[in-house]
């Protein structure tokens, strides 16, 4: 789970700088965005077993909040390889490794 945390937080991050230029860290709007996906993922029903937030069933995130990290993600998802190799690496063998079991 914390590593899940940390992966949103780094993409929440490249969104937030390359969007709103925060330099020395998060707009407000951005930090509200990660507050409540940390709230989210803390709470989550299915903790360590949970499939990614886009194949669950579950859905925890309000309307508004999902499009929101929806666009934080198709735009820093395919940053992440060249920003954060390795928690890229991982997230991504950890997701397969859900899904063949």
Known sequence: ????????????????????????GLCPQCRELLDYAKK????????????????CAIR???PGMRERIRA????????MICRHPMLTI???????MKETF
């Open 1 to 24: 789970m914390e590593r899940e945390i940390e992966t949103v937080a780094r993409m929440i991050g490249i969104y937030c700088g390359d969007h709103h230029g925060g330099q020395d």
């Open 40 to 55: 989210r993922l803390e709470k989550c029903p299915l903790k360590e077993d949970k499939p990614a937030c886009s194949r």
């Open 90 to 96: 991982r997230h991504y063998l950890n997701k397969k």
């Open 72 to 79: 934080v993600m198709k735009y820093a998802g395919p940053r």
């Open 60 to 62: 925890c995130y309000r």
